[in-house]
């Protein structure tokens, strides 16, 4: 039967705290992170017991959670790390806009949702394939297609019709 009190994740805390912790710094966290990293951990362990499920060893459990939360940091900085430098301008070799058609059309971008505007963004502006818009959003490919469709057809009609769109 496994054990629904509360006071096993405060108990764990007051005796693992300080070294899950230390734990989460030598696996490369910030020391924000890491205290971000241990509060999930006791947490998903608090939520874990409410919900029922036994844990037999509730340190190790919350340790291993750790792991995997701080590993999960890892990856998500790595993805990031390579999506920036595309997303940011290229400084060599930038010219700024060839004509006053190309900032109409980043003005009328500007004006769509905030899901359609990042999808064009990430497809035309930093090249990247819808199946890649989809993984940086959480979405999938097809729904990324169809944001840029929709916003494609937003656009048509801003810049069809100016004075209507704003």
């Known amino acids: 039967m496994p054990v629904l009190d509360a006071g096993v994740v405060s108990d764990l805390h007051a005796a693992e705290g300080e070294r899950l ?25 608090w939520r874990e017991l409410r919900r029922g499920t036994a844990v037999a060893n509730p340190a190790a459990w919350t ?9 999960s940091q890892h990856r998500w900085r790595r993805q990031l790390s390579r999506l920036l430098p595309r997303l940011a301008p290229q400084r060599a070799g930038y010219s700024g806009p060839e004509s ?6 980043w003005q009328a971008v500007d004006r769509l949702s905030p899901r359609q505007r990042v999808v064009i963004y990430l497809h035309y502006a930093a090249d990247l394939p819808f199946d890649e818009v989809g993984l940086a959003l959480g979405i999938s490919a097809s729904s990324a297609r169809t944001h840029a469709g929709r916003a494609m057809v937003a656009i048509r009609s801003q810049l069809d019709h100016p004075k209507e769109a704003q």
């Open 63 to 71: 340790y291993r959670t750790c792991y995997r939360l701080a590993m």
């Open 100 to 105: 006053s058609d190309r900032l109409s059309v």
């Open 21 to 45: 912790y230390n734990f989460a710094r030598h696996l490369g966290l910030a020391d924000e992170d890491a205290a971000d990293v241990v509060q999930e951990s006791l947490l998903r362990l």
